[in-house]
């Protein structure tokens, strides 16, 4: 995630040379990590890496570098000069400062809230009510299994609460991301 250009003619250089493992950023990755990209961010995902994606409702997409992968025996389509035109340089870091509320039986992280939508990390360790006051709440459960008002749920299940739904009860052990605009 990110690039280590000083600045647009470096990035140009780096890429017209072909200098990927000196140009791209690569980061270490646990399980539970928590990433923001942020437009203009050089970004991949590397082979074995499983992720829960909220995002911006976008059609573009720039493909940078396609690690020499063959598609039906070709390379597939590279936009170098739009890449280097929307790409941030140098490469920002961004901050992990988090926002938490602690429930008698919950924890609510707030991971990012931006223009667009807000994701928290909400882990329920027994049973907590929760009030559901925007448009709409995507709960996807990421470990554990317990139960939302009364029907079970388990690690891998994602659905919508939707407009009006009010008060709702998390009873379990298990952690949610929650995602709403």
């Known amino acids: 995630m990110g690039h280590n250009a ?19 950023r690569v980061l270490p ?25 909220t995002q911006q409702n976008s059609d573009i997409t720039y493909r940078l570098y396609d690690y020499d992968r063959l598609s039906d025996g070709k390379p597939r389509e590279l936009h170098l000069d739009k890449s280097i035109d929307v ?17 008698p039986q919950a924890v609510i992280e707030e991971l990012v809230s931006c223009e667009f939508y807000t ?3 909400v882990t329920v ?12 709440t995507i709960l996807s459960v990421i470990e554990g299994n317990g139960e939302l008002d009364g029907t079970p749920i388990n690690k891998g299940d994602h ?7 009010g008060s709702y009860q998390l009873k379990g052990s ?6 709403h605009i």
């Not at 050089?42 to 992720?51: D, E, N, P, S």
């Not at 298990?174 to 995602?179: A, D, E, P, R, Y």
Request: with cysteine.
């Open 174 to 179: 298990l952690q949610l991301i929650t995602s």
């Open 29 to 53: 990755i646990s399980k539970g990590d928590f990433f923001q990209i942020e437009p203009g961010t050089v970004h991949a995902i590397k082979a074995g890496t499983l992720i829960l994606e």
């Open 119 to 121: 994701v928290n990390k």
């Open 6 to 24: 000083n600045n647009k003619d470096e990035l140009k250089r780096m890429i017209d040379e072909r200098k990927w493992d000196e140009l791209i």
């Open 159 to 165: 659905f919508i609460l939707p407009f009006g739904y």
């Open 87 to 103: 790409i941030t340089c140098p490469h920002k870091s961004q901050s992990t400062d988090s926002k938490s509320i602690t429930l």
């Open 125 to 136: 360790n027994g049973q907590e009510t929760l009030q559901q006051t925007e448009p709409f």
